[in-house]
């Protein structure tokens, strides 16, 4: 199922800021028209990470010797290893492919970083024999330094005093790690922390969920190739699998691929770059980089969300097609759904209670009980907007009878009801979110 976003189809280059936009700015012009955006590093100015973590890149002479192919910093290795060593990570092989994405090992930090620091100090020794020109050249012949990729690393999880940095205003409207971070049947969340060397890279994908993604560069360069919403069609083969990698594309086999519309960009370090819903991209790192990112999503971009789950549900659901006649409806629609929470992270019950979380806690704010919990309403859209939103998913999932049925069953037997029933729950949200729909749209 495609996401196209009508007003993003003229984009041909993507706006670089120097200064970071006011929230008002950021939400009207790139929140809500799903429009990516590269901001300076002033947006990160003070952030612990772009001080302790990296130092000047001795390779780096002057303004005049920057060039997209030269970071202005490498990682501090001795400082990263002495303080986060003993710290499990998981690193992927850049050089292998399994399915969609590269198979990930696990390994301490100390460990990865002992592969890592090793071939990087080895390669800063030849680069200065034939200069930094040929640096990029000399990088590709390093095989564990094109190797290695950390990922996904939960930082913030692993080191919650640590303070590397503060999410910035603009980025701070974020329902999925907030609601995450509420709940008690798992411990996660969608910030991360990215470390490679030069050449490692982000096979070709769009993000979970269809989420928002905001990466800030530590150090180094990252390359990204960007492709407008709505091309899914050009992405696949007959059977229907996706390119892995946009510099090797079997013509014959992806006979459309070169139609599929794009947007290089360089950022360098420092710099943050927003990524909105449905922009498949590959990344890839110019030198030796650390990036710090957040998957996420709020009311502008929940219609996404929204396809994102039906899309999933029906390959789920075609994918068990034989059993439509074997099993009775509730039964088929439960297995559906069990799948669904297995393979994609989420079902009826997680989308409903994300949107009742947020709902919830906005109710809390309009009554001036949240004090200085949250987001701050100067930093969301309007009230109004986000009821709207809310209400068209909950509907939404409401029109299927089954959905209605097990976030009923949800409330009576988990949803900590006080009185009656659980469709009476669900009834009532629906009210009130009509409310707020009429008294502030």
């Not at 670089?16 to 012009?29: G, Q, R």
């Not at 992927?92 to 002992?114: K, L, S």
């Not at 906005?362 to 309007?382: A, I, N, S, V, W």
Request: proline content about 6%; glycine content about 8%.
């Amino acid at each position: 199922m495609s996401f196209i976003d009508p007003n993003c189809d003229h984009i041909t280059s993507i706006p670089c800021l120097a200064t970071p936009p006011s929230y008002h700015e950021f939400l009207h012009n790139y929140l809500i028209p799903n429009v990516p955006v590269l901001i300076g590093p002033a947006l990160t100015t003070g952030w612990r990470a772009r001080c302790d973590w990296v130092r000047p890149n001795p390779d780096c002479h002057g303004e005049e010797a920057i060039s997209e192919k030269i970071p202005r910093f490498v990682p501090d290795f001795a400082f990263l290893m002495d303080r986060f060593g003993d710290a499990p990570v998981q690193v992927a092989d850049c050089r292998r492919r399994e399915f969609t994405d590269q198979p990930r090992v696990g390994m301490m930090f100390a460990d990865f970083v002992e592969k890592w620091g090793t071939s990087v100090v080895e390669s800063e020794g030849e680069m200065k024999n034939d200069q930094v020109r040929d640096i990029e050249a000399k990088w590709e012949h390093d095989s564990d330094r094109t190797r290695y990729y950390l990922k996904d690393w939960h930082f913030v999880k692993a080191f919650p005093e640590y303070g590397a940095y503060e999410t910035p205003d603009i980025f701070r409207d974020d329902w999925m790690n907030e609601f995450w971070h509420t709940r008690n049947d798992v411990r996660d969340d969608y910030r991360f922390v990215y470390m490679g060397g030069h050449g490692t890279f982000t096979p070709f994908h769009a993000d979970v969920y269809r989420s928002y993604s905001w990466s800030a560069n530590i150090c180094g360069i990252k390359r990204w190739t960007l492709f407008h919403p709505g091309q899914e069609h050009l992405f696949k083969d007959k059977l229907g699998n996706m390119v892995y990698d946009v510099r090797d594309v079997d013509p014959a086999r992806f006979s459309r691929f070169a139609e599929a519309r794009r947007i290089v960009l360089l950022q360098r370090d420092g710099e943050t770059l927003f990524v909105p819903s449905g922009w498949f991209h590959q990344v890839e790192n110019i030198g030796s980089t650390i990036s710090i990112n957040h998957n996420w999503s709020n009311a502008c971009n929940l219609p996404y969300l929204h396809t994102s789950f039906v899309a999933d549900l029906g390959e789920v659901r075609y994918a068990l097609r034989d059993l439509i006649d074997l099993l009775p409806s509730p039964e088929f629609e439960r297995e559906c759904q069990r799948l669904l929470l297995v393979n994609s992270g989420w079902d009826w019950i997680v989308l409903w209670r994300m949107c009742a979380c947020i709902m919830q806690r906005l109710r809390r704010q309009l009554e001036g009980e949240d004090g200085d919990k949250g987001t701050p309403m100067e930093l969301q859209p309007p009230v109004g907007f986000q009821a709207k939103r809310i209400l068209d998913v909950m509907m939404g999932l409401l029109a299927e009878t089954e959905a209605g049925k097990v976030v009923g069953k949800w409330y009576e037997e988990e949803g900590g009801m006080e009185v009656g029933t659980g469709e009476e729950a669900v009834e009532e949200m629906v009210r009130e979110l009509k409310g707020l729909v009429e008294e502030y749209e």
